[in-house]
């Protein structure tokens, strides 16, 4: 496809079930980036990827949430034993990396709520 | 700890006139600021951008200021259009964090016909 496409695109968990969250960036894109977003606020960070490799995962709120892309195209982030303080809209972002200042390209986003 | 912030939650203007958004930073080590805008059940969307060696950068109806000095950003557009309701989002980054962004918490942008 010609964008950024992330699937489900709604995600209903119940509290302590395990989810997974699937990304396909835009083809070729080598630079790959999770973030969170709560009701009224701006994306935050999770964690980046630059082809298979996972080279800042600062932002990742706890060792429930796990993210990887094993052969530098399709990322899932797996968040187990979800809490209700979890549910957020994720969203996932590529871009070519070949640039310094090149913009990131959002797909439109996994909204996760967790009962 | 609130690295960017937008510090008006909702703006509203008539058609045809100019929208000032504004956004304020606190890392002096941010190089690179991107505006983003954002429709319900959408992705952000790239709007414009400019990097710390310029204080202007135009595209179109949007425009872009920077002063480093004050830690400041703002993007115009002129004229709005009902088309340009949305959330607007300014990011920044640090280059050697391969373009991770920090974002502020959005305004919320309305025009009115």
């Known amino acids: 496809g010609a964008g950024v496409s992330q699937s489900p695109r709604y995600k209903v968990a119940k509290r302590g079930q395990d989810v997974a969250l699937r990304c396909d960036p835009i083809?070729?894109?080598?630079?790959l980036f999770w973030y969170q977003q709560a009701l009224g606020q701006g994306p935050e960070f999770l964690t980046y990827f630059q082809n298979e490799a996972q080279l800042d995962k600062s932002g990742l709120p706890s060792d429930r949430f796990f993210a990887e892309r094993p052969e530098g195209s399709v990322s899932t982030l797996k968040i187990q034993r979800t809490q209700q303080e979890d549910s957020a809209v994720y969203l996932c972002?590529?871009?070519?990396?070949?640039?310094?200042?090149?913009?990131?390209?959002f797909g439109p986003g996994t909204r996760l709520t967790v009962l | 700890d609130q690295q960017v912030k937008q510090n008006s939650p909702s703006l509203s203007v008539q058609e045809g006139r100019i929208s000032i958004l504004n956004c304020d930073y606190t890392?002096?080590?941010?190089?690179?600021f991107l505006w983003y805008k954002k429709y319900p059940a959408e992705g952000p969307t790239f709007l414009i951008s400019i990097s710390s060696i310029k204080d202007k950068n135009e595209d179109g109806r949007f425009t872009v200021f920077l002063n480093k000095s004050a830690k400041h950003l703002s993007l115009h557009i002129v004229p709005s259009q009902p088309g340009d309701s949305a959330v607007y989002f300014c990011a920044a980054s640090r280059m050697e964090y391969g373009n991770k962004l920090v974002f502020g918490a959005g305004t919320i942008l309305r025009v009115k016909s």
């Open positions: 083809s070729g894109h080598v630079s």
């Open positions: 890392n002096s080590m941010f190089d690179y």
């Open positions: 972002a590529s871009n070519a990396g070949l640039k310094i200042y090149n913009e990131q390209f």
